[in-house]
């Protein structure tokens, strides 16, 4: 049986006396349009959906605060797709084209403007490719949720938010861009799933460059840190008869050999992190360089082998003549992840991992290299100096902020503040 707003309006009001006003919205409408892959979209599929209990069913109160709980979960799903108004949320439920630049960022939400980091051979930008929300146990996998939580405080389905902030280098002759973010080509399901937002046109990359000044065609090479689906979704692109192709037409995609290879094996650990769509059609295309070693792909843009998130993982090490500046990519995703142990539950090398880690951030340490965050809700960059009596690993001054996704909600202060990007004792044991 259909659902309809007027029923749960008035439901509430004899359960609790509180009579919701304004538009009206059909949440079985609502959730066709959402979950697509869902074969059945009535009350008893939707709360096992989205894990809400039901005290009583069937009775009037219980069914009513059920259904609102729901539609709560739904409404904040297209929230982080940028859809904040009765008018886009309209636009979206009949499948219309929906107008999102023209509307200011919702109280506490997001920062556009792009930081920059310019020297006498170039300068980056980072580049807002959308967002999404993973579950907090298996981006810092051993960590203890009380400690992780109070540096990445989760929501109610335990997932934490990740920006896909990827980088934009331009030097005098090249135009380079780090990793893609999650593309186009994924069903409505998956996005819900993970918490996806990257609307734009035709994602949120490439909205983002174009406000940069910068237009798919005007990229001259992409690095792929590796090619799971948040980092090199964004590579190809789904036109409008459904064909895959390079989303960046006249670019060059470099990738390591052996990260191609891996991502082809057929193994049940990694397939999840791997679509054939985001990789395949460039290879068919011919604009696919495999390359071994840490490369120079550019003049001053060299890549930097960081196996343990996957075994050909790499960051990259942009010189801008006056700077060093590391793209760590999923070596370390966000600034809580910076103690050395503090590592993800998806890294198939977890020890790896950190010897990586311990060498990487090391030297940063030392030589004062800015580090640039791929995932981090709220920072861009910062940069790496030598923890207090000389420990290993880096601990972060002049860090530079940019919020990113919106509903993320900042540290507690107990654990991990962007001010100085340092831990507790507790939590860099």
């Known amino acids: 049986m259909a659902f309809d707003w007027r029923f749960v309006a008035e439901e509430l009001r004899m359960a609790d006396s509180v009579m919701p006003e304004g538009p009206r919205l059909c949440t079985v409408k609502f959730a066709r349009r959402l979950l697509p892959g869902l074969r059945r979209r009535g009350l008893d599929a939707l709360s096992r959906y989205y894990d809400v209990s039901i005290a009583n069913r069937h009775r009037a109160g219980d069914d009513a605060r059920a259904t609102a709980t729901i539609l709560i979960r739904m409404l904040e799903a297209v929230d982080r797709q940028g859809i904040q108004y009765w008018d886009q949320l309209e636009d979206w439920l009949a499948g219309r084209p929906v107008a999102l630049e023209s509307r200011a960022p919702a109280t ?82 998956f996005k819900s799933v993970y918490g996806v937002a990257n609307l734009g046109d035709p994602t949120k990359l490439e909205t983002s460059l174009s406000k940069l000044g910068v237009e798919p065609g005007d990229v001259d090479v992409i690095i792929a840190t590796h090619l799971h689906f948040d980092h ?7 036109g409008v008869t459904g064909e895959i192709g390079p989303a960046f037409p006249t670019a060059r995609y470099v990738v390591r050999k052996g990260e191609y290879e891996f991502a082809r094996l057929d193994n049940e650990r990694i397939r999840a992190s791997y679509m054939a769509d985001n990789f395949e059609p460039l290879a068919r295309a011919g ?5 071994d070693g840490d490369v120079e792909v550019v003049p001053g843009i060299q890549l930097v082998h960081t196996p343990g998130h996957t075994p050909h993982h790499q960051s990259v090490r942009i010189d801008l003549g006056e700077e060093i500046v590391l793209f760590l990519a999923d070596l370390v995703p966000t600034t809580a992840h910076l103690p050395l142990p503090w590592i993800m539950g998806y890294d198939v090398e977890p020890l790896v991992t950190l010897q990586s880690k311990k ?23 910062g940069r790496a100096t030598t923890p207090d009596g000389g420990k290993p690993g880096c ?35």
């Open 108 to 189: 506490g939400g997001c920062v556009c403007e792009a930081p920059c980091l310019e020297g006498s051979r170039g300068r980056v930008r980072p580049v807002d490719a959308g967002s999404l929300w993973l579950d907090g146990g298996a981006m810092f996998g051993v960590v203890p949720k009380p400690l992780w939580n109070r540096r990445a405080p989760s929501d109610e389905r335990n997932r934490i938010p990740l920006a896909m902030r990827c980088l934009l280098v331009e030097t005098e002759e090249t135009t380079v861009l780090i990793d893609t973010g999650l593309g186009n080509k994924e069903s409505d399901k």
């Open 232 to 238: 090199a979704g964004g590579g190809t692109v789904r």
């Open 287 to 291: 604009c696919l360089d495999l390359v």
């Open 359 to 381: 060498d990487v951030l090391g030297r940063a340490a030392a030589e004062g290299w800015m580090l640039a965050f791929e995932h981090d809700p709220f920072v861009a960059w």
């Open 395 to 429: 601990v972060l001054e002049e860090v530079v902020e940019q919020a990113l996704v919106s509903g993320a909600n900042r540290p507690d202060g107990q654990g991990h503040t962007p001010a100085s990007g340092r831990p507790t004792l507790e939590e860099a044991e």
